[in-house]
C-alpha cells in the first residue's frame, strides 16, 4: 500500500514539471502500475487488518470512497489551478502533499484490536 500511494505523489511531481509528452508518458505509467499494485493489494490488506465477517461490507465502503475520490480529484485539482493562477498543473504539488503522509502512515498500519466481545474465550457455549 505505501509503494502504491508514493506512486500518486511520483506521478504528481513528474507530471507537474512536464514539459515533453514523454514526461507525460511517464508520469501516467508511473501511476498505472503503482495504482495496479494498490488495487492487488487492497482485497488481501482488508481481510488481513479487519478479518473476513465483514469483508464485503468494508470493500464496499472502500470502493464507494474510490468513486467518490475519483469525481473530486479532478474538480479539486481545477479549482487548485485556477487558485494558483490558471494553470492545471500548478494543483499538483497539493496532491503529492496530501499522498505522501497517506504513504508513510500506510507503511506503519497496524491491525485494530477486535471488539471486547470477540476476546471472550466463554467455552460454555
Given at each position: 500500500?505505501?509503494?502504491?500511494?508514493?506512486?500518486?505523489t511520483?506521478?504528481?511531481?513528474?507530471?507537474?514539471q512536464?514539459?515533453?509528452?514523454?514526461?507525460?508518458?511517464?508520469?501516467?505509467?508511473?501511476?498505472?502500475?503503482?495504482?495496479?499494485?494498490?488495487?492487488?493489494?487492497?482485497?488481501?490488506?482488508?481481510?488481513?487488518f479487519?478479518g473476513?465477517?465483514h469483508?464485503?461490507a468494508?470493500?464496499?465502503?472502500?470502493?464507494?470512497?474510490m468513486?467518490?475520490?475519483?469525481?473530486?480529484?479532478?474538480?479539486?485539482?481545477?479549482?487548485?489551478?485556477?487558485?494558483?493562477?490558471?494553470?492545471?498543473?500548478?494543483?499538483?504539488?497539493a496532491?503529492?502533499?496530501?499522498?505522501?503522509?497517506?504513504?508513510?502512515?500506510?507503511?506503519?498500519?497496524?491491525?485494530?484490536?477486535?471488539?471486547a466481545?470477540?476476546?471472550?474465550?466463554?467455552?460454555?457455549?
Open positions: 500500500m505505501p509503494a502504491a500511494t508514493l506512486g500518486i511520483v506521478a504528481s511531481l513528474i507530471l507537474w512536464t514539459s515533453e509528452p514523454w514526461h507525460a508518458a511517464t508520469a501516467m505509467g508511473v501511476f498505472g502500475i503503482t495504482q495496479g499494485w494498490g488495487m492487488a493489494a487492497k482485497g488481501p490488506a482488508i481481510a488481513r479487519f473476513r465477517p469483508h464485503g468494508i470493500r464496499g465502503f472502500v470502493t464507494a470512497a468513486v467518490a475520490g475519483t469525481a473530486a480529484g479532478p474538480f479539486l485539482l481545477t479549482q487548485l489551478g485556477a487558485w494558483a493562477g490558471g494553470e492545471l498543473r500548478r494543483g499538483l504539488p496532491f503529492a502533499l496530501v499522498a505522501l503522509p497517506v504513504a508513510i502512515a500506510s507503511a506503519f498500519a497496524v491491525r485494530p484490536l477486535p471488539p466481545d470477540e476476546n471472550n474465550d466463554d467455552s460454555s457455549e
